[in-house]
């Protein structure tokens, strides 16, 4: 069974403090991984696609990275908008049919 | 830019009561989704849709519930029987398709309260 786990569940930051966001899963036939944002009572907003082990991509103070077994959000110098609930998802499948989500991990930013 | 909308954005209803939550994906998609996230939970995958055709569904999509695409723009999802577990924001997402691995679209959410 896919299953995807992020850490940790919460995490307080100063503004400007940088830190590391988890997310790890074992799944059969990964065809992507994705990170998404979302904020209270909304829908989330993709944020990232990693395709392969090793990838990279970045946004301005986020960058997302990928291995074999789980992905890293890093996120430098934050600032209080970017507290928001981060959510990993893989997409798996023949078709790329399937999406689990991990729990997320929810990020407050504090001036 | 296109974007995926939701109908209505809160739903109160009886329990017992069949309930219809509507979406419009964006418009050159090919796959849709419903996904449903209980308060200060995951978001769970309920169904996938495409070419006219559930293409999977999770556990939680049994007897009560349905999706249709009516027509070329609504994807709809029905609830049959409402119960009070079923309270959650309901979230419509859709995916071109174009690619194996390309990303999904999330509309807004419709909050369903069962009372």
């Known amino acids: 069974e896919d299953q995807v786990t992020q850490s940790p569940e919460a995490l307080r930051l100063q503004e400007g403090e940088s830190s590391s966001l988890n997310c790890s899963y074992t799944v059969s036939g990964l065809r992507g991984l994705f990170w998404y944002r979302q904020d209270p009572g909304k829908g989330p907003e993709f944020l990232f696609t990693l395709y392969s082990a090793g990838e990279e991509k970045e946004k301005e103070r986020l960058k997302a990275t990928l291995t074999k077994k789980e992905s890293f959000l890093h996120i430098t110098a934050p600032k209080p908008e970017d507290s928001a609930t981060y959510l990993c998802?893989?997409?798996?499948?023949?078709?790329?049919?399937?999406?689990?989500f991990g729990p997320g991990t929810r990020l407050s930013v504090l001036p | 830019e296109p974007e995926v909308t939701q109908t209505p954005s809160h739903q109160v209803t009886q329990m017992g009561q069949e309930v219809i939550l509507r979406c419009v994906p964006i418009s050159n998609h090919l796959y849709f989704y419903w996904y449903r996230q209980i308060l200060g939970q995951k978001v769970e995958f309920l169904v996938s849709?495409?070419?006219?055709?559930?293409?999977?569904k999770s556990e939680i999509f049994d007897d009560q519930f349905s999706v249709e695409r009516p027509d070329g723009s609504n994807f709809t999802l029905k609830i049959r029987s409402t119960k009070l577990e079923d309270s959650a924001m309901y979230f419509c997402a859709s995916r071109t398709g174009t690619s194996l691995s390309d990303e999904q679209f999330f509309g807004p959410g419709t909050r369903l309260t069962v009372l």
């Open positions: 998802a893989v997409q798996t499948g023949p078709y790329g049919q399937n999406f689990v």
């Open positions: 849709f495409y070419n006219n055709e559930i293409s999977e």
